[in-house]
Nanobody, 117 residues
Framework: QVQLVESGGGLVQPGGSLRLSCAASGFTFSSAVMSWYRQAPGKERELVATISTGGSTNYADSMKGRFTISRDNAKNTVYLQMNSLKPEDTAVYYC???????????WGQGTQVTVSS
């Protein structure tokens, strides 16, 4: 059974930091492109960051310079380090795995990040 389990969300003040983790199982993690998405209340889901099997990364412009995606293939885990958090970063953050050949896509259940005060 494929599982993506996010953790590390919570309440943080503006300017603070959080590190999200996504633990993967049930597929070949090292062969998958991993991404973080987020969805704020009343908003569309948006891509936050992506990391390839080779470790190259891409970020949405609003997150560039503040967020860092990384992966540890030995631990089957992808991370999202979130710094300088803003209230507009408040959202549910979802882990996504994409295997191209054959195509498979998996989603975690999400973890809530709230930036307030």
């Amino acid at each position: 059974q494929v599982q993506l389990v996010e953790s590390g969300g919570g309440l943080v003040q503006p300017g603070g930091s959080l590190r999200l983790s996504c633990a993967a199982s049930g597929f070949t993690f090292s062969s998958a492109v991993m991404s973080w998405y987020r969805q704020a209340p009343g908003k569309e889901r948006e891509l936050v960051a992506t990391i390839s099997t080779g470790g190259s990364t891409n970020y949405a412009d609003s997150m560039k310079g503040r967020f860092t995606i990384s992966r540890d293939n030995a631990k089957n885990t992808v991370y999202l380090q979130m710094n300088s958090l803003k209230p507009e970063d408040t959202a549910v953050y979802y882990c996504n795995a994409l295997r191209v050949l054959p195509t498979r896509e998996y989603w975690g259940q999400g973890t809530q990040v709230t930036v307030s005060s």
